[in-house]
């Protein structure tokens, strides 16, 4: 698969979160790609987000960049469209379904939601960023923003999506594009063995950890994402390395 002009680059958001979870990847990729934030919003199933991203997205190949409940997706791409994808990309991520204690806990967050939604957000923000980075409060600040720009009906219904996703440990073994994997040593919603388990399962995959950071590393590491991406970028298309 040879490509002769930029490589087209989706970026899929996590959960509750809006285009500006990218707002510094844009730009800085900008020079080396054409840049496309896609939009999963209004979907009820991980599957209903993934056919989202491809109408919305260009002919093929596409490099697709996966953030947290956007990796699910990417992953779900890969699983029905795989001769579309030249690239992946995931960054705070995981193979894994959720489990019967996850259900639960992403039940009682929407029940939390929808009695005082901007409580929630603000204490979210607490525990998924990490407390001493260099852009703690303005990632904090953003991320309850953002969540109030999606609204909580919208937010709840990703997090019902997000339960009912497919466990893709099976589907590892069969990707065959270029990838690498990001997370933060200090991510308390996708840990690093779940990043290392999409490592070690996808052929010719690396993992690279970011210290002294939480899950939202678009905005808390915005400098690590965007030369990570850049160098991902440079990876041929048609071969791992």
């Not at 929808?114 to 407390?131: A, I, N, Q, S, Y």
Request: aromatic content about 4%; some cysteine; proline content about 5%.
């Amino acid at each position: 698969m040879v490509q002769t002009s930029k490589p087209t680059v989706i970026l899929i958001p996590g959960l509750g979160n809006t285009e500006r979870i990218w707002s510094h990847q844009i730009g800085a990729l900008g020079d080396a790609a054409d840049v496309i934030v896609a939009d999963i919003g209004g979907c009820q199933s991980v599957g209903q987000m993934a056919n989202a991203v491809l109408e919305q997205a260009p002919s093929a190949p596409l490099s697709l960049v996966g953030f947290s409940l956007g990796g699910y997706v990417a992953m779900h791409i890969l699983r029905q469209h795989a001769d579309s994808v030249a690239r992946l990309a995931l960054i705070s991520a995981s193979p894994y379904a959720d489990s019967e204690v996850a259900i639960e806990q992403r039940k009682r967050l929407n029940a939390a939601a929808r009695e005082d939604f901007r409580r929630l957000l603000v204490d979210m923000g607490k525990l998924v960023v990490f407390p001493r980075g260099p852009n703690t409060e303005s990632t904090r600040i953003c991320l309850v923003e953002m969540g109030e720009a999606l609204g909580v009906e919208e937010f709840c219904q990703q997090q019902e999506a997000a339960m009912k996703r497919e466990d893709c440990c099976d589907l590892l073994a069969e990707v065959d594009v270029p990838t690498r994997v990001l997370c933060g040593r200090n991510d308390l919603v996708t840990p690093i063995d779940g990043n290392q388990r999409l490592a070690d399962g996808i052929a010719g995959a690396s993992l690279e950890i970011v210290e002294k950071a939480g899950h939202l590393l678009p905005l808390e590491r915005p400098e690590v994402v965007n030369r990570f991406l850049l160098e991902w970028l440079k990876l041929p298309a048609d071969d791992q390395v």
